[in-house]
């Protein structure tokens, strides 16, 4: 998921997946503060991201480098879109991970 608060990070880790939780955000303070919830990893990107695409881009090559997605893999980004409107969580989306 991409949050700018950790706030629909903090809701889904509330009820204990047995998936991992990855949130990425911009802010390191948003980070710190979602290192201490139950289940949730977060990663800090400094990639300044505009469309749908971009996102879903970003996440993928990063989840990669951090060797947390393997290929062909299905991953759930949830999101506020548009993201410079900061929405609250209005997107959901299913990407699989795409062959390197």
Known sequence: MFTKSGFTARLVARYRPTSPVI???PDERVARQLQLVWGVR???TDT???TLD???QMVER???EAKLALP???ILILMGHPIRD???TN???VHRIRPA
């Open 86 to 88: 900061k929405p609250l």
């Open 23 to 25: 949130a990425f955000t």
């Open 42 to 44: 977060p990663l800090v």
């Open 48 to 50: 300044e991201v505009g």
């Open 62 to 64: 990063n989840l990669r």
């Open 72 to 74: 062909g893999e299905r």
């Open 54 to 56: 971009e996102i879903v």
């Open 91 to 93: 997107l959901m989306r």
